[in-house]
């Protein structure tokens, strides 16, 4: 993390996510869903690595919607907001 922003959503190598992902289950009635927001602000590997871990967590993707927004970054202008439904 490169500022204290950053540091309050830094999740290292999507521990806390994949955490949520397996235990979900355990706290949600049979017929409930998930709905998880994500960015793709750490790249594309990331996004496939978490959606490999909904599938290992054996969550359906219902839907995933996706939002493209603007930035306050230098570097990168946009990135894409993703909601995933889950069930």
């Known amino acids: 993390p490169k500022s204290r922003a950053e540091l309050a959503t830094y999740d290292r190598k999507q521990e806390t996510v994949i955490r949520f ?8 009635k049979t017929d409930g869903y998930i709905i998880l927001g994500y960015s793709n602000h750490s790249g594309k590997r990331a996004l496939k690595r978490l959606e490999r871990n909904m599938q ?3 969550l359906e993707i219902i839907k995933c919607l996706k939002k493209r927004v603007q930035t306050r970054q230098k570097k990168r ?11």
């Open 56 to 58: 290992k967590a054996d």
């Open 77 to 87: 202008k946009r990135e894409n907001i993703m909601v995933y439904i889950l069930h």
């Open 21 to 28: 992902l397996t235990q979900v289950r355990n706290y949600i």
